[in-house]
C-alpha cells in the first residue's frame, strides 16, 4: 500500500522546529507513527496534541503565503462542483470554492499536492488557484456538498424473501457502484431479519460480516481482502467519518430509506491491532407512546413525573428498546411549557419541542464540559442517554434537587439484575430520587413501577 502523505507537512516540517513550535525529537516520533500507521505526518502532530490544527493552518498559511480559508463561514458555488469528482475530493482532500474565467480557485488540504493540481489542470483545462482549509473542514463539507454520493439508495424488502447479501459479492469488482450496493445488500439482509446492531471485523485475510440478535452474535459471510480497504473508506465516507483515519476512535451516523420509512444507523469505529471494528447500530422511528404503553393510567402517571422533579428511569437489556421508548416519551409527552433537552452520543432522529445536543470529543464537547454547562441553558426535563461514571451518576442526581426532571436509561437483563447492581452503595442516593421506573422486558410487555411500588419491592 502506498504511503499516506502530506507534502505541504513533509516540506516544512523542520521550519516548525526552527521556529520553536515542537521539538526535533517530537517530528521524528510522530514521523515514525505516520510511517506505521499510514497516515500523514500533520494529522498525527494533531492527534498527538503537539500542536493544534488551528496553529498549524496559521504557520502554513505564513510560509506558504497561501490565504487560509474558514469553511464553516464560507458558500462554495455548486455550480463548480462539476469539475472535481466526488472520488476525487475525498482522495485529493479538496474542494472548488469558486470560478473567475478561466480559473478555478479551490481549497486543499495539501496544497502541494501537485499531482491532485495537476490532474485537475488535466481534465478541466482550467487555471488552478489553490487556498489552505482545515482537512476535516474539507471532508465535513465533501459530505454536504456532494450528497447524492453520499446516501443509500432506498432499500425495499418486501421481495426477496430469501435473499441473502453474500450474492452481491463480486471479487474483482472495485467500482464504488459495487461497494454502496454490497453495503446496501448487507442492510437489507439485516432489516429483514430484525438486527438492529451489526458489525464488521477484521479476521485472517477477510472482513467478517456480523449480526447481533440479542446476546448473540453470528457471521453471516465474509468480504475478501481485495475489497476490504477500499469498502471501509466508502463505508466511512457514506456516514460522514475521516476515511483516512484508522487509529483513533470515530463516530459516526447514517440516514436510509427502508420500505419509504427513514431509518438511522450510529456508525463506530474502533482501532484494533487486526484493524478496525466498525459496528452500527440500527434507530427505527419513535412510534405513538399508546403503541408502547397500551395503559391509560400509566400513560397519565408519566405525564404527571415529567411535571415532578426527579429521575424517569427506563430500564431493560442489550437491544431491549430503550432508547425507542425514550424517544417517543419525548416526541409525545413533554408539556408544551416546559424546556426539555438531551444530550446524546447521537440524536437518532429529531424532535418536536426538543433542544437536542450531540456530544463531539473531537471539538471538546465531552460530557464533562456538557454536564459544567448544560445548567446555564436553564432545562426543566435533561434526557441523558446512560449513565456509566460515578461522577455522572452524582450530577444528574444532584439536578434532581434543583427541581429538574431527568430521564436516562440503564441497562439491566432482568428485574433481579436490576436489584443486584443496584444494591451497590453508589447508587444509595440516586435511588432516592427515582419518582419511576420502566421495565421493558420484551417489545410486548412493559412494566410500570411508581415510587410507592419501588420503595415496596425494589428499593
Known amino acids: 500500500m502506498d504511503l ?52 498549524l493552518l496559521k504557520f502554513l498559511e505564513e510560509k506558504l503565503h497561501i490565504p487560509f480559508v474558514n469553511l464553516d463561514d464560507y458558500e462554495i458555488d455548486k455550480k463548480c462542483l462539476k469539475y472535481i469528482s466526488y472520488k476525487e475530493a475525498i482522495t ?46 474539507i471532508l465535513k463539507k465533501i459530505n454536504e456538498y456532494y450528497d447524492l454520493k453520499g446516501k443509500v439508495q432506498d ?37 429483514k431479519d430484525n438486527i438492529h446492531e451489526l458489525y464488521f471485523e477484521h479476521t485472517t485475510e477477510e472482513l467478517s460480516v456480523n449480526f447481533k440478535k440479542g446476546d448473540e452474535s453470528y457471521s453471516t459471510g465474509s468480504i475478501p481482502s481485495l475489497l476490504i480497504s477500499p469498502f471501509i473508506q466508502m463505508l466511512k465516507t457514506l456516514c460522514a467519518l475521516d476515511p483516512t483515519i484508522s487509529e483513533i476512535p470515530q463516530l459516526g451516523k447514517l440516514n436510509f430509506n427502508v420500505d419509504s420509512i427513514n431509518l438511522t444507523a450510529s456508525i463506530s469505529a474502533f482501532p484494533t491491532i487486526n484493524g478496525e471494528r466498525i459496528l452500527l447500530k440500527i434507530y427505527h422511528p419513535p412510534k405513538k407512546i399508546n403503541e408502547l404503553i397500551k395503559d391509560e393510567n400509566t400513560i397519565n402517571a408519566l405525564k404527571t413525573a415529567l411535571l ?71 432545562p426543566d426535563i435533561v434526557y441523558f442517554e446512560g449513565i456509566a461514571t460515578k461522577e455522572g451518576l452524582d450530577f444528574f442526581t444532584s439536578l434532581t434537587l434543583k427541581n429538574k426532571t431527568l430521564i436516562t436509561e440503564f441497562l439491566a437483563d432482568n428485574m433481579d439484575d436490576l436489584r443486584k447492581k443496584f444494591a451497590y452503595s453508589e447508587f444509595n442516593m440516586f435511588k432516592s430520587v427515582i419518582t419511576c421506573l420502566i421495565f421493558i422486558h420484551s417489545r410486548d410487555e412493559v412494566e410500570f413501577f411508581d415510587k410507592t411500588a419501588l420503595d415496596k419491592y425494589l428499593l
Open 92 to 137: 485529493y482532500k479538496i474542494l472548488p470554492l469558486f470560478q473567475i474565467e478561466d480559473t478555478l480557485t479551490v481549497i486543499m488540504a495539501d496544497p502541494l499536492d501537485l499531482f491532485a493540481i495537476d490532474k485537475i489542470i488535466e481534465r478541466t483545462g482550467k487555471t488552478i488557484e489553490p487556498v489552505l482549509g482545515s482537512q476535516n473542514a
Open 308 to 378: 415532578t422533579p426527579g429521575v424517569i428511569l427506563v430500564c431493560g437489556s442489550s437491544l431491549s428498546g430503550k432508547t425507542h421508548l425514550v424517544y417517543s416519551i419525548l416526541n409525545d409527552l413533554i408539556p408544551e411549557n416546559k424546556t426539555a433537552m438531551t444530550l446524546e452520543s447521537i440524536a437518532k432522529y429529531k424532535l418536536k419541542n426538543v433542544r437536542q445536543s450531540e456530544l463531539n470529543e473531537s471539538v471538546g464537547f465531552n460530557l464533562d464540559k456538557a454536564m459544567r454547562y448544560i445548567e446555564f441553558q436553564s
Open 155 to 191: 432499500i425495499t424488502t418486501k421481495e426477496d424473501t430469501n435473499f441473502n447479501w453474500t450474492d452481491e459479492l463480486h471479487n474483482d469488482d472495485l467500482s464504488e457502484e459495487h461497494l454502496q450496493n454490497l453495503f446496501r445488500a448487507i442492510l437489507k439482509n439485516a432489516i
Open 4 to 55: 499516506v502523505t502530506n507534502k505541504t507537512i513533509d516540506k516544512l516540517k523542520y521550519d516548525l522546529v526552527r521556529n520553536n513550535i515542537i521539538t526535533f525529537e517530537d517530528i521524528e516520533r510522530a514521523q515514525e507513527i505516520a510511517n506505521a500507521q499510514n497516515t500523514n505526518l500533520g494529522q498525527v502532530l494533531i492527534n498527538s496534541s503537539l500542536i493544534t490544527e488551528e496553529n
